[in-house]
T-cell receptor, first 115, second 111 residues
Framework: NAGVTQTPKFRVLKTGQSMTLLCAQDMNHEYMYWYRQDPGMGLRLIHY???????AKGEVPDGYNVSRLKKQNFLLGLESAAPSQTSVYFC??????????????FGPGTRLTVT | GQNIDQPTEMTATEGAIVQINCTYQTSGFNGLFWYQQHAGEAPTFLSY????GLEEKGRFSSFLSRSKGYSYLLLKELQMKDSASYLCAVRDRTNAGKSTFGDGTTLTVKP
């Protein structure tokens, strides 16, 4: 099992450019998440999905869009990148149900710089 | 919403014991997780508590008191490789599986 993988690992964008980050998991997990982590801070939830075809906003959704067309993939899009979106982006997945909690498995992260 | 507090930094000596505290406020508690994150890497799961008491896993233990909104992670026989950030995360049953993360505690282990 590869677990959770993210593409790309590094990216530099100019202000106004767009890009898509890809997350893939091979553990058949229902729940998937996108977080950003800024220096010295914890993880802040951008968007999440509780199953194929569903998405929901997290704590900091502005400037981002997501799609979950297949159960194993969760895409994060930046429509018009801004310097404030410079961060490390982590994707995660879990077996969560409505009532039972399971740990999250994280991808290796994407380091994005917007100039 | 949820509010999670952890100390920003801690320092301990190799071979010693260290306790990292986490306090939280939530409208519908449904589990608390501890994750370890080495610099430049992804977080990895350490422990999970949903009932009051102590969960032990090798050198690591985690304690929960739901009435006090309090948890701690106890690391025994510290090793240099334990230098990392430790993240407390609380799941709220009203938020469909989402967990809110604290800002993390950076632990430095010195020889």
């Amino acid at each position: 099992n590869a677990g959770v993988t993210q593409t790309p690992k590094f990216r530099v964008l100019k202000t106004g450019q767009s890009m898509t980050l890809l997350c893939a998991q091979d553990m058949n997990h229902e729940y998937m998440y996108w977080y950003r982590q800024d220096p010295g801070m914890g993880l802040r939830l951008i968007h999440y999905s509780v199953g194929e075809g569903t998405t929901a906003k997290g704590e900091v959704p502005d400037g981002y869009n997501v799609s979950r067309l297949k159960k194993q993939n969760f895409l994060l899009g930046l429509e018009s990148a801004a310097p404030s979106q410079t961060s490390v982006y982590f994707c995660a997945s879990s077996l969560n149900t409505e009532t039972v909690s399971y740990e999250q498995y994280f991808g290796p992260g994407t380091r994005l710089t917007v100039t | 919403g949820q509010n999670i507090d952890q100390p920003t930094e801690m320092t301990a000596t190799e071979g010693a014991i260290v306790q990292i505290n986490c306090t939280y406020q939530t409208s519908g508690f449904n589990g608390l997780f501890w994750y370890q994150q080495h610099a430049g890497e992804a977080p990895t799961f350490l422990s999970y508590n949903v009932l009051d008491g102590l969960e032990e896993k090798g050198r690591f233990s985690s304690f929960l008191s739901r009435s006090k909104g309090y948890s701690y992670l106890l690391l025994k026989e510290l090793q240099m490789k334990d230098s990392a950030s430790y993240l407390c995360a609380v799941r709220d049953r009203t938020n469909a599986g989402k967990s809110t993360f604290g800002d993390g505690t950076t632990l430095t282990v010195k020889p």
